[in-house]
């Protein structure tokens, strides 16, 4: 059985729309707006396909939203 936790939705992804091009999204953000794993949004950034993530600290990295929307819209295309 799932657990609850791995269940749950980020706020920053029910949200995505709504949140600003200079706001910023942490990796589960990423993996859920590309149906992927961890170790595929890594794969993503060093083949250019996603966009590069920014540290914030040592122990924090989070993507730009502004640059994870026209990434998305250009696969789109």
């Known amino acids: 059985m799932l657990s609850s936790k791995s269940q749950s939705i980020p706020e920053a992804l029910k ?8 706001a910023n ?6 993996q859920a707006l ?4 961890a170790a595929s949004v890594w794969r993503g950034v060093n083949a250019g396909r ?3 993530p920014r540290k914030l600290s040592p122990r924090t990295t989070c993507w730009n939203v502004g640059e994870l929307r026209a990434a998305l819209n250009a696969f789109l295309r």
């Open 15 to 22: 949200n995505f729309d709504q949140l600003p091009d200079a």
């Open 25 to 30: 999204v942490r990796q589960p953000v990423v």
């Open 34 to 37: 590309y149906a992927c794993s």
């Open 50 to 52: 996603i966009p590069k």
